[in-house]
């Protein structure tokens, strides 16, 4: 919830119950005093309108899912003050008989009757400061969820490269290992050329010295 909108509200619950106090006290009071009294109510009732402005202006500059329960609240306060309002001008009137009636009808508990709407309106606010605040951990709660997909993003990407870059080598020794295989083939195929080579220069030597002892014996 807004700062500037809770401090508003601060001012206008205190000057609120003032304002409830003196017309208790007003209703009981005659001549120059009782209208002494009213003149205070009034310029309270003044200034607690210039506070219900100043937090319809400040709730409507907020986001929308807090302007919706702000601005419920200031339909409370406005059905408040509109109550305290009444009180004033029931109590302007001269007519000493309506006085009488207001008194023994029970202006004491329209009163109390406010007071009651007062401790709903603050049992309001709490709740609504509890879910701002619910709302508040939520989105903490989604800003570390973000930064936490992120950077299992980037570890999966560094991963990623790592795996590239191992089968780029692997395809290396896969060509290293294809030379050096044709290698050992052509190296097979020279050597058994030389042992064809060396066995048929054996058999020609083996066959020459048979010729020769077989010419020696016959002389």
Known sequence: MSEVFEGYERQYCELSSNLSRKCTSATLLDGEQKKQKISEIKTGLEEAEALIRKMDLEARSLQPSIKAGLLAKLREYKSDLNNLKSEVKRMTSNNQAARDELLESGMADTMMVSADQRGRLMMSTERLNQSSERIKEGRRTMLETEELGVSILQDLHGQR???????????????????????????????????????????????????????????
Do not use: C
């Open 161 to 219: 490269q790592s795996l590239l870059h191992a089968h780029n080598n692997l395809h290396g020794v896969d060509d290293n290992i294809g030379k050096s295989r044709k290698i050992l083939t052509a190296m097979s195929r020279r050597m058994d050329r030389n042992k064809w080579i060396v066995g048929f220069v054996i058999a020609v030597l083996v066959v020459a010295i048979i010729l020769i002892l077989y010419f020696k014996l016959r002389h």
